[in-house]
């Protein structure tokens, strides 16, 4: 009897407790700072010539009152959605209880338990990231949207907010954009299929897949039916409608777009430049480096060429190297089908398109596009007892010496680990580094073939380096942030710094431009030769392979595109897929530059050019059977001899070694 009364205390302690606690937390929340629900994410981008691409949750502007709002659409949406929104405080306990022990019962964690409230909380977001913090903060925006506004306010605004799909929020946009006709218009077949795609709007879009909408329209329409709001003949009846879709807005419909605008919030968070706060209270103007005609011609050539491939997905980014700006990007090859932005959130491994900034190195630090190694299968002594013997691919080696030059056309492997050690394991890392790459690199034997992993914003962005004669540049998606009142809250500072050598970048962008020379055929192919037909100007291009990665970076003047190519689940990759980063990124770089001028770079002055017989290193004659114009400086080329005999050769040594 003594242990029943003090846990009856214990019991009534811990209710006053939590019922103190509650009521604190409920008028805390009620008189704190008010969310301004009608105007929050009031967010607009802007393109480079300032031309609005992205009006975010209230940018539009449509707003629309919920009385408004055909009946049949907020019925819809609710015994689709929350049944008990009018009667909970925006958290279904049972039904998240329920879901909960679904989830666990069939080991899967596809059920969902959240309210009208709480999505609508999320939305009040700028980014989906699953984090702890941010589901706690949801959780608080939910409360304070039930203490602070009534059922019906926060129904209009979870109507004028959400995401009906193809790019489009809020219900007028959406009856405007599926239907031509205002959301107060809408019939009981429209709005029971509009009410389905919030669900899953990549998958319920009836111009996306109209199987599936159809069958989720189905799904609403029966939940109607139980909680008695229509009866089975108006389901049948409703069911049997055929909708005409009208499928338009004024906006871009690029289904790549956005992971353009997803990496712009990213940037924005990054610059701490504005809490969400003052965002979702004051809204904001973004002025971005987007330009269409990339972005089009980025999205066209991963539409042809991965057509057909599902699972197989691209980032791929294109890049104005004289500034850093970030003019085209793509973390996946369809928004609505995965918002994963592999741009932005993921590293691989980039293989041999590492090799230029070896090949940098060396340049610099003594030898020469005419450099001979010794290339045959080689098992390396690294010390302490370690060995290591990689592969040239397809296992096919000259058993000769070759120069640098053709080490880069074809992507010898066994020249560019010797090249590495010649010069020290710490050399390419240097250099990488002056080229902005601030990933942590190993010191390795590997290094040169790409076995450290790299995000393609950053590894691009290093090919800006070279493609600009080498200036370090940064990155960036965003030029300028306007606050809601016009001010200017941040603006990108242009910082150029000369971090290589003019030309070494020259000679180098010369020997990267034979990758898909198909003159220079022996024993093996140049490695992009096969998109040579594809090219009508003239571009510094290398490719790079792992098992699982696929990558094409390469540049002229203009513009830096960068391409990987893969599977999420890192499967190992056929050689039949390896043609797909190459062939994305010469439509690409070549639909962009096709009404522009071709450039390429003008010789420096300490600059020479030699017809070299590739396979030797020295100046070509009749019996050579590979040569081609390889640049040099001055003093360093085949064949120089000093005019004045007390003069010293300029040269860095030419190295011939095993």
């Keep these: 009897m003594k242990k029943i009364k003090i846990i009856s205390k214990i019991i009534i302690a811990l209710m006053l407790i939590f019922c103190a606690s509650y009521s604190l937390i409920f008028l805390y929340a009620k008189y704190s700072s008010k969310i301004d629900i009608e105007n929050s994410n009031s967010i607009y981008m802007y393109d480079k010539d300032d031309k609005s691409f992205y009006e975010g949750n209230n940018g539009t502007k449509k707003w629309i009152k919920l009385k408004d709002i055909s009946k049949y659409l907020i019925n819809a949406t609710i015994y689709s959605e929350d049944k008990n929104f009018y009667n909970h405080n925006g958290f279904d306990i049972p039904r998240t209880i329920k879901s909960l022990f679904i989830n666990i019962k069939s080991k899967d964690l596809t059920q969902g338990a959240s309210t009208i409230t709480q999505q609508y909380a999320r939305n009040l977001f700028l980014t989906f990231e699953k984090t702890w913090s941010r589901k706690i903060k949801e959780a608080w925006y939910a409360f304070k949207l039930e203490t602070q506004y009534s059922k019906n306010e926060i129904l209009e605004g979870y109507l004028n907010t959400i995401n ?32 389905g795609i919030p669900k899953s709007p990549d998958n319920y879009s009836p111009l996306n897949d109209e199987i599936a909408a159809k069958k989720r329209q189905k799904e609403i329409l029966k939940a109607m039916v139980n909680n008695k709001i229509i009866s089975q003949k108006t389901m049948n009846e409703t069911l049997s409608v055929k909708l005409t879709y009208y499928g338009k807005k004024e906006n871009l419909n690029l289904s790549t777009l956005m992971y353009y605008q997803d990496a712009v919030i990213r940037e924005l968070q990054d610059l701490k430049i504005v809490s969400e706060d003052s965002i979702r209270q004051e809204g904001l103007k973004i002025y971005t480096n987007l330009d269409i005609n990339a972005q089009t011609a980025l999205e066209n050539a991963i539409k042809n060429n991965l057509e057909g491939k599902d699972e197989m997905q691209t980032s791929s980014v294109v890049i104005d190297p004289n500034s850093g700006a970030v003019i085209a990007l793509t973390g996946g090859k369809d928004y609505s089908k995965s918002q994963y932005n592999r741009a932005v959130q993921s590293k691989r491994q980039v293989g041999s398109a590492m090799k230029p900034i070896l090949y940098y190195a060396a340049l610099e630090n003594g030898l020469t596009a005419a450099t001979t190694f010794l290339s045959k299968p080689t098992t390396f002594s690294l010390g302490n007892g370690l060995t290591y013997s990689p ?25 560019a680990i010797k090249t590495h050690l010649f010069l020290g394991e710490n050399m390419m890392i240097k250099y990488a580094k002056k080229m902005g790459i601030t990933s942590k690199l190993q010191a ?20 800006a380096t070279l493609a600009n004669t080498g200036y370090s540049v940064k990155e960036h998606l965003i030029n300028k942030v306007e606050d809601g009142n016009g001010d200017i809250i941040y603006e990108h500072k242009q910082k150029k710094d000369k971090v290589l050598n003019k030309s070494y970048t020259y000679i180098l962008s010369e020997l990267l431009s034979n990758t898909y020379n198909i003159s220079l055929k022996s024993y093996t192919s140049p490695t992009c030769a096969s998109i040579a037909p594809k090219l009508t100007k003239k571009y510094a291009v290398k490719s790079g392979t792992t098992d699982y990665d696929l990558w094409t970076v390469g540049y002229n003047p203009d513009v830096v595109v960068g391409v990987w190519t893969g599977y999420d689940d890192n499967r190992k990759l056929s050689s039949k897929e390896y043609k797909y980063a190459k062939n994305i990124w010469a439509d690409t770089i070549e639909n962009y530059l096709r009404d522009k001028d071709a450039k390429w770079y003008e010789k420096p002055d300490n600059v020479v050019g030699v017809l070299t017989d590739i396979n030797t290193g020295k100046v070509a004659t009749n019996d050579s059977k590979l040569k081609t114009i390889l640049y040099y400086i001055k003093g360093t080329e085949p064949g120089y001899k000093s005019k004045n005999k007390n003069l010293k050769k300029t040269t860095t040594k030419k190295t011939t070694t095993n």
């Design 164 to 195: 009906y799909g193809n790019g489009i929020l809020g219900i007028e946009n959406a009856s405007l954009y599926y239907f031509n006709k205002s959301a107060k218009d809408l019939n009981l077949a429209e709005a029971t299929m509009l009410a």
């Design 391 to 415: 592969n040239n691919y397809g296992n096919i080696y000259p058993n000769d010496k070759i120069t640098m030059a053709l080490a880069i056309c074809y992507s010898d492997n066994i020249y």
């Design 444 to 463: 390795n034997a590997s290094l040169p073939l790409g076995t450290n992993e790299l995000s393609i914003l950053e590894f691009t962005n290093a090919y």
